[in-house]
C-alpha cells in the first residue's frame, strides 16, 4: 500500500518521489529522475493511484497511472492527456530488477554530501553559508578539499570512501552557489564558472574518471549556472564527456543510465551515441529484462530514437530465446509490449 510522506526510490535509483495525502482521496507528490523535476496531482483508490504530471523542467504534461504494493511501485506513463498506451514505466527496484553495480564498491559512501564532508574536514558547510564575501574568503579551504579528495581520496590526510562521481556533484554544488551569490552580489558569476571548469580539467588530468564520473561531468552542463571553458574550444561539451561515458562503460548499468540522461537532456546529436550505448549494452547481456530496459523501459520516447536493425535484432533475439522463471518479464508480455508500439 502507498506510504505517505515516504521518499520512493525508483527506476534503478536515479528516480525519487515523495507522495502527500489530501483530503477526499487526492494525492500530491514532487518527483525528479535524471535532471527532470515535476509534480503529480491525482486520486487514490485502494493500491491505485490515477493521475497527471507535470514536468517543470521540461515543461510537458502527461497521464501516469501507479499500482502500488508492500515494497514500492509499478508506474506506467504517457505524454499528453489525453486516453492512449502507456508506454514510460517507473518502478521501485525489486530484487528481479537488479543489476550489478560494479563500480561502487560500498554502500556508506552514498552517504557523502557537503555537511558530512564539512564535519570530516573541521570547517563549516558551505551550503549553510549565505554571506557571500565569507565564502568567497573561505574559497581555497574549500577547493583545497575538494582537490585532495578527487586526487587522493582523502580529507587533511585521512582516507575516505567517497567515489570521485559524488566529489564531481559536490564541486558543482559549491561552484555553482558562489556564482549564484556572485550574481546577487553584482560580481562575476563567469569568474567562478572559470574556476568550476579549471577544477573539471583537473580531475580529467590527474584521476582516473570512470564511466560514472564522466557522466557527472556531463550532467553539469544542464545547471542553471556551468562550467565556463573558453579556453578549451577546442573541445565539445558535454558531448565530449558523454562519448568519455560511452568508451569507459563495462557493464549495463553505466550504459542505461547513460541512454536515460541523454534522453532529458537538452543537447543535440544524442541520438546515435545513444543508438552506440544500446548496442554496447546488449552485446553485454542478453535477456528479455534488459531488452525491455533498452527498448522501452522508463521512457516511451526511446522508440522514437532507437535504429531500427538494433531494434528488431533485440526483438529476434529475445524470440529465439528459452523462455525463463529467472527475471520480471516473460516472453509473453515482452510480446505484448512490443505489440504496443
Same mark, same amino acid.
Given at each position: 500500500m502507498i506510504k505517505f510522506n515516504?521518499?520512493?526510490?525508483?527506476?534503478?535509483?536515479? +528516480?525519487?518521489? /515523495?507522495?502527500?495525502?489530501?483530503?477526499?482521496?487526492? *494525492?500530491?507528490?514532487?518527483?525528479? *529522475?535524471?535532471?527532470?523535476?515535476?509534480?503529480?496531482?491525482?486520486?487514490?483508490?485502494?493500491? *491505485?493511484?490515477?493521475? /497527471?504530471?507535470?514536468? #517543470?523542467?521540461?515543461?510537458? *504534461?502527461?497521464?501516469?497511472?501507479? /499500482?502500488?504494493?508492500?515494497? +514500492?511501485? $509499478?508506474?506506467?506513463?504517457?505524454?499528453?492527456?489525453?486516453?492512449?498506451?502507456?508506454?514510460?514505466?517507473?518502478? /521501485?527496484?525489486?530484487?528481479?530488477?537488479?543489476?550489478?553495480?560494479?563500480?561502487? $564498491?560500498?554502500?556508506d559512501s552514498n552517504m557523502w554530501n557537503w555537511t558530512i564532508i564539512a564535519e570530516f574536514a573541521g570547517v563549516n558547510d558551505p551550503m549553510d553559508i549565505e554571506d557571500y564575501n565569507t565564502l568567497k574568503d573561505d574559497f581555497e579551504t574549500y577547493e583545497e578539499i575538494l582537490t585532495e579528495l578527487a586526487e587522493d581520496n582523502t580529507i587533511n590526510g585521512k582516507k575516505t570512501n567517497i567515489n570521485l562521481y559524488q566529489v564531481i556533484q559536490e564541486a558543482g554544488r559549491f561552484y555553482g552557489k558562489l556564482a549564484w551569490l556572485a550574481e546577487r552580489n553584482d560580481d562575476s558569476h563567469e569568474y567562478w564558472c572559470r574556476k568550476w571548469a579549471s577544477f573539471n580539467e583537473l580531475i580529467e588530468m590527474n584521476c582516473s574518471p570512470n564511466s560514472e564520473d564522466y557522466l557527472a561531468l556531463g550532467q553539469q552542463y544542464h545547471l542553471q549556472y556551468q562550467p565556463y571553458n573558453s579556453e578549451y574550444e577546442e573541445k565539445n561539451y558535454p558531448e565530449e564527456w558523454f562519448l568519455l561515458a560511452y568508451e569507459n562503460a563495462d557493464n549495463v548499468e553505466e550504459l542505461i543510465n547513460l541512454i536515460q540522461y541523454g534522453?532529458?537532456?537538452?543537447?543535440?546529436?544524442?541520438?546515435?551515441?545513444?543508438? $552506440?550505448? #544500446?548496442?554496447?549494452?546488449?552485446?553485454?547481456e542478453k535477456s528479455i529484462d534488459i531488452a525491455v530496459q533498452l527498448i522501452s523501459d522508463d521512457n516511451e520516447e526511446k522508440r522514437e530514437f532507437i535504429d531500427e536493425d538494433i531494434f528488431e535484432d533485440i526483438i529476434n533475439n529475445v524470440r529465439d530465446m528459452e523462455d525463463s522463471e529467472v527475471g520480471a518479464w516473460t516472453k509473453s508480455q515482452f510480446e505484448e509490449l512490443i505489440d504496443n508500439f
Open positions: 515516504h521518499e520512493y526510490i525508483y527506476s534503478r535509483g536515479n +528516480g525519487k518521489i /515523495t507522495f502527500t495525502e489530501g483530503k477526499n482521496n487526492t *494525492v500530491t507528490a514532487n518527483y525528479i *529522475v535524471f535532471n527532470d523535476k515535476g509534480t503529480i496531482t491525482g486520486n487514490l483508490q485502494e493500491n *491505485v493511484l490515477e493521475a /497527471t504530471f507535470h514536468s #517543470v523542467s521540461m515543461n510537458r *504534461v502527461g497521464l501516469i497511472h501507479f /499500482t502500488f504494493s508492500e515494497d +514500492g511501485f $509499478d508506474a506506467k506513463w504517457k505524454n499528453g492527456l489525453e486516453p492512449g498506451t502507456m508506454r514510460g514505466r517507473w518502478f /521501485t527496484e525489486k530484487k528481479s530488477n537488479k543489476i550489478e553495480n560494479k563500480s561502487n $564498491d560500498s554502500s534522453l532529458f537532456s537538452e543537447y543535440y546529436n544524442f541520438e546515435s551515441l545513444a543508438n $552506440d550505448c #544500446v548496442r554496447k549494452a546488449w552485446d553485454y
